[in-house]
């Protein structure tokens, strides 16, 4: 019990409570957007604005070919602060230039992922710019997190937050689904534009000049993007396939479904943005990496039981708010589950990995968890529909946790001090 109040004053001491407080906010500010935009568009322009969002989001981890990622990782172990900012120069430079030319490659893809529908090949174009958006917040984040600012980071996630959910509103009781799309867009880039102009914007400077080789940087960089990628996919695989083997209210009802076990993966994620440095500084010391992975699994083992049994005792209440249209309580539950065990083991120690500069193994096990939802999905959606899917992200999400926990165990016997 010691270990874990002290693993909480840890957190507590590296502003973690600023972090929780603004993913926390974030997520309530998106599921209050997302609410409002369910009852507001009708459910077929729903279905549309979700699968259009999805195949963006299938790019959007390559934003800066991974320049965030290698930011965060390399600028985490810098040996000097005039090092870490040359690293935060030449990742927002490199990375600026990448996600321009990534743009470029995703314009051959849109006429394919619209399916000659007028309004999802409106939304795709509009979402291209959200590649950029999410490269500046992307970059601006790290920034912050490796200079160990961590509490202007919360702060800079709550103001994101509060733009997206005034022009969210806004953009959409004007304009519907077109000013919701918008809205995703316009709010990343202002809140980076306010937050340059408070504090500084990064000089453009493409210039190495570091100890550490160009190709590890970049190597990294681009397995991470690959890996985030790959994971997406698993997310992705199932909205695609339902949409293609049974129709868009189904995308919707899907949607809805997942809601609440989706941002409740968000909980470990506050924990390893937090610390996650601190990690990667640590990354051969077997004592601490074991001691904290131990600590957390204890506290979260509680917090995900405690999840069940609220979702199982006021998940049906809580969906009686939506609307008869949607009736999503079975499919849930399963998904609550799978995220309670990704919650103990895929989403921490996929990043503890990350922080180990093992973006190989992310890769790998990726891979090997995506093949599983595309079969699953293919063998299961035509005979259970949306129960299949739910059951082929559940059982991928399980082997995804299994590979990452023996690979952890691996690592602490084989590669630390």
Known sequence: MQGIINFIKDFHKNS???????????????????????????KEVLGQVVYSITMIAFFTPFVGFGSPAGLLRYGSIAESDEERREVIDYSFSQGLVNTFILILLIVPFLSFLSKGEEATMLFLCILLGRVLALFLNNHQSAQMRVDFQNKRYGQYDMMNSITLFVLAFALTYLFQAVGYVVS???????????????????KFNLKWNFNFPKKS?????????????????????????????????????????????????VLPVIFMRTDFTKIASNYKNRAFLKNYYINYLYLFLAISVAGMLVSYFLGEWLFSFIGEDYQPFEIFMYLMAAVCISIMFRVPLGNM?????????????????????????????????????????????????????????????????
């Open 184 to 202: 995703l867009v316009i709010a990343p880039i202002l809140t980076f534009i306010i937050y340059s102009i408070l504090y500084g914007a990064p």
């Open 16 to 42: 973690g409570s600023w972090i929780m407080s603004a993913t926390l906010f974030n997520k309530l500010i998106l599921f209050l957007i997302k609410v409002f935009v369910i009852i507001y568009i009708e």
């Open 217 to 265: 940087y970049w190597i990294y960089a681009m397995l991470t993007s690959f890996s985030g990628v790959v994971s997406q996919m698993v997310f992705f695989v199932d909205i695609y396939l339902i949409r293609d083997m049974i129709d868009n209210e189904a995308v919707a009802e899907y949607n809805v479904a997942g809601l609440i076990p989706l941002n409740v993966l």
């Open 353 to 417: 990995i990350s922080a180990f500069g093992k973006a190989r193994f992310n890769t790998i096990s990726g891979v090997i968890t995506l093949v599983f939802a595309v079969v699953l999905n293919l063998l299961f959606i035509p005979k259970y529909g949306l129960l299949g899917a739910t059951w082929a992200t559940c059982i991928s999400l399980i082997i995804s946790s299994v590979l990452n926990l023996a690979y952890f165990i691996w690592y602490l016997k084989y590669e630390c001090e």
